[in-house]
């Protein structure tokens, strides 16, 4: 009974620590991710930074962020991302535009569900 009893409490112990420092991880990745064009390039096609920080693998996300940061189309970028909105159609120039429209794309697909 008590080894049942411990294993519950380092169990529960555990748990509660490792969403503790999931949350931590994801702050601090929407911290680094709100200093690049890619956040604001996600809130002008309409995709909610949220959700795609928290149901993207950080693999993902990092190797966006990095195509973002080497990115050297940065003129054009900004001139599209002075509008509120940007269609979809419109990002042929952004390094992440495959990994964009798919997301869009499965926006799309739970909104219609």
Request: charged share 25%.
């Amino acid at each position: 009974m008590l080894l049942v009893t411990g294993f519950t409490l380092r169990l529960s112990y555990t748990i509660l620590t490792n969403l503790i420092n999931g949350r931590k991880f994801h702050h601090k990745l929407e911290q680094e991710f709100s200093r690049l064009r890619l956040s604001n390039m996600l809130a002008a096609l309409g995709i909610s930074k949220k959700d795609y920080i928290y149901q993207n693998s950080v693999k993902d996300i990092n190797q966006q962020m990095q195509n973002c940061s080497d990115c050297s189309n940065t003129d054009e970028c900004d001139e599209k991302l002075a509008d509120s909105k940007i269609d979809i159609t419109d990002i042929e120039f952004c390094n992440n535009e495959a990994d964009l429209k798919e997301l869009k794309r499965q926006q799309a697909h739970a909104l219609a569900e």
